[in-house]
């Protein structure tokens, strides 16, 4: 799709009033406008991203959401999504829990294999966000690519390749023509 009014016009039909919605970190859903419209919509919101209220207790609820939103470090041309958590929050929602995963990513995350997403995360979408969260000590900022470091502040603990979904309408994946996010 060519536009976040696209992308919103779209999630306004597929997510019913009053849903029961979450979502984790993600440059991404803020840069669209994701999460201040899930948080002004008439929906039951759980932001569970680093700097939400009782994020801890938000993060639990969302196990139990209608509708998890996220992005991803990267999408294979074989439809493989890529997704990497500090916290693990946001693995763990992707792997079992809410009813339904809505996954929104630009175009420019499309990488022809797992090698390359590895190599994307590593190498561009580790240090910008490092640099946002103003992690400045961490390796991957100061060096400019992933030292697997294992320092306390590390971003990139949990990894997951979602390369099936069992459950055929549980997953949407959205890709947009637009340069945000990692």
């Known amino acids: 799709m060519d536009s976040r009014e696209e992308l919103l016009s779209i999630l306004s039909r597929q997510i019913p009033k009053k849903s029961w919605v979450a979502s984790g970190?993600?440059?991404t859903l803020e840069q669209l406008g994701?999460?201040?419209w899930l948080d002004q919509e008439n929906f039951y919101y759980s932001d569970c991203g680093d700097g939400a209220a009782d994020r801890r207790q938000n993060i639990l609820n969302s196990f139990r959401s209608d509708y998890y939103l996220s992005s991803v470090a990267a999408v294979t041309e074989q439809g493989e999504l890529f997704l990497v958590d500090g916290t693990g929050n946001r693995t763990a929602a992707f792997s079992y829990g809410p009813?339904?995963?809505i996954v929104i990513a630009s175009v420019k995350k499309i990488v022809p294999n797992?090698?390359?997403a590895r190599r994307r995360l590593k190498t561009i979408a580790a240090p910008l966000c490092a640099a946002?969260?103003?992690?400045?000590?961490?390796?991957?900022?100061k060096k400019g690519f992933c030292m697997d470091c294992h320092l306390e502040r590390r971003m990139c603990c949990y990894y997951l390749t979602v390369g099936y979904v069992r459950e055929k309408e549980r997953?949407?994946?959205y890709l947009i023509n637009e340069d945000v996010g990692f």
């Open 171 to 173: 997953f949407s994946v």
């Open 99 to 101: 009813r339904r995963v």
């Open 114 to 116: 797992m090698t390359e």
């Open 25 to 27: 970190s993600s440059q």
């Open 132 to 141: 946002r969260r103003k992690k400045y000590e961490l390796p991957c900022y």
């Open 34 to 36: 994701i999460k201040t």
